[in-house]
């Protein structure tokens, strides 16, 4: 399952991924190189807003049969990203989570762009 962290702006869906969950896979023995991160809010990542770049290079970087954890912030930047991760979902190894902060992750609509795979996790202030 798609695991959709949705809640308001400014209630800490990117450090509840980027720190918390990340620091607890570490504490868990988890190799940081099975930990994908990606903010989609930073220049760093501006080129992976094309779909077809972000479903390229999170498969480069998946590079064995072992779990791989997928933290994809501010996805709304990517249009149609729900290709990519619908795409990705079919591969048994991967565990993906989205945030997002425009108002279609404010909703519950959002967990029909994944066709029943996806489960909402709710953050509030």
Same mark, same amino acid.
Do not use: A, W
């Given at each position: 399952?798609?695991?959709?962290?949705?809640?308001?702006?400014?209630?800490?869906?990117?450090?509840?991924?980027?720190? !918390?969950?990340?620091?607890?896979?570490?504490?868990?023995?988890?190799?940081?190189?099975?930990?994908?991160?990606?903010?989609?809010?930073?220049?760093?990542?501006?080129?992976?807003?094309?779909?077809?770049?972000?479903?390229?290079?999170?498969?480069?970087?998946?590079?064995?049969?072992?779990?791989?954890?997928?933290?994809?912030?501010?996805?709304?930047?990517?249009?149609?990203?729900?290709?990519?991760?619908?795409?990705?979902?079919?591969?048994?190894?991967?565990?993906?989570?989205?945030?997002?902060?425009?108002?279609?992750?404010?909703?519950?609509?959002?967990? !029909?762009?994944?066709?029943?795979?996806?489960?909402?996790?709710?953050?509030?202030?």
């Amino acid at each position: 399952m798609i695991k959709v962290i949705t809640g308001l702006r400014r209630v800490g869906k990117p450090t509840l991924l980027f720190k !918390t969950f990340y620091n607890y896979l570490l504490s868990q023995g988890i190799d940081d190189r099975h930990i994908i991160q990606i903010p989609l809010d930073s220049d760093e990542f501006v080129d992976l807003h094309d779909f077809q770049k972000l479903g390229k290079y999170i498969r480069n970087r998946i590079n064995d049969g072992e779990r791989f954890y997928i933290f994809l912030d501010e996805i709304q930047f990517c249009p149609k990203f729900e290709f990519v991760l619908n795409g990705l979902n079919r591969q048994e190894n991967l565990d993906i989570y989205v945030t997002g902060s425009n108002s279609r992750f404010l909703s519950s609509d959002i967990l !029909t762009e994944f066709r029943g795979r996806g489960e909402e996790i709710k953050v509030m202030p």
